[in-house]
Nanobody, 121 residues
Framework: QVQLVESGGGLVQAGGSLRLSCAAS????????MGWFRQTPGKEREFVAA???????YYADSVKGRFTISRDNAKNTVYLQMNSLKLEDTAVYYC???????????????WGQGTQVTVSS
């Protein structure tokens, strides 16, 4: 079983950038498809981005062109570079691991604890 820990969240002004990291332990990250999801109070968790073992990437339309997901298997870490942040990007961001690609969070059995991203005007 893999354990996931997110970091890098914080407060940023609209138009700014943040890079989230998700460090894995217990199992090598290279075995998994890794995804980023986000959630705001009262809403369902939504797909943000995913990266396969082979490096293929997927993005939600709302973040395409602004966010970049990447992975460093040697460091057992996956990243989410977030640029041109908007107020509506404010959420708790979670990384997740799965054996296959899904945009549905139900497809991911492994989750981190989340990191808060707050975008201010």
């Amino acid at each position: 079983q893999v354990q996931l820990v997110e970091s890098g969240g914080g407060l940023v002004q609209a138009g700014g950038s943040l890079r989230l990291s998700c460090a894995a332990s217990g199992r090598t990250l290279s075995r998994y498809v890794m995804g980023w999801f986000r959630q705001t109070p009262g809403k369902e968790r939504e797909f943000v981005a995913a990266i396969t073992n082979g490096g293929r990437t997927y993005y939600a339309d709302s973040v395409k062109g602004r966010f970049t997901i990447s992975r460093d298997n040697a460091k057992n870490t996956v990243y989410l570079q977030m640029n041109s942040l908007k107020l509506e990007d404010t959420a708790v961001y979670y990384c997740a691991g799965s054996w296959n690609y899904y945009s549905d969070p139900k497809g991911y059995p492994y989750w981190g604890q989340g990191t808060q991203v707050t975008v201010s005007s």
